[in-house]
């Protein structure tokens, strides 16, 4: 089965940084999209950062400037550096693979979320 562990959330101050990292197995997803996403109480679920397979890279404009995506595909394993953290990136955060750009509707491989809470 394909599985998608995050880790790295975490409390912060505002202003902080965090690195989130999520891990890939059972799949060989070379060729596909990746992204990270979040998801408030009371909102939709949204892109925040996305890299396709040539690294190219796509940014929700409320983090772009603050956030890093970056992948390592031979390692199965996809990065969100964050930096300047705040408190309206308070929110659960997701990795999913094999998807387009930043409209979570399109992915279908989904982690199970890692919580960041900026203070």
């Known amino acids: 089965d394909v599985q998608l562990v995050e880790s790295g959330g975490g409390s912060v101050q505002a202003g902080g940084s965090l690195r989130l990292s999520c891990a890939a197995s059972?799949?060989?997803?070379?060729?596909?999209?990746m992204g990270w996403f979040r998801q408030a109480p009371g909102k939709e679920r949204e892109g925040v950062a996305a890299?396709?397979?040539?690294?190219?890279?796509s940014y929700a404009d409320s983090v772009k400037g603050r956030f890093i995506i970056s992948q390592d595909r031979a390692k199965s394993t996809l990065d969100l550096q964050m930096n300047s953290l705040k408190h309206e990136d308070s929110a659960m955060y997701y990795c999913?693979?094999?998807?387009w750009g930043l409209g979570p509707e399109t992915y279908k491989i989904w982690g199970q979320g890692t919580q960041v809470t900026v203070s």
């Open positions: 999913a693979i094999d998807g």
């Open positions: 059972g799949y060989t997803y070379s060729s596909y999209c």
């Open positions: 890299i396709d397979s040539d690294g190219s890279t």
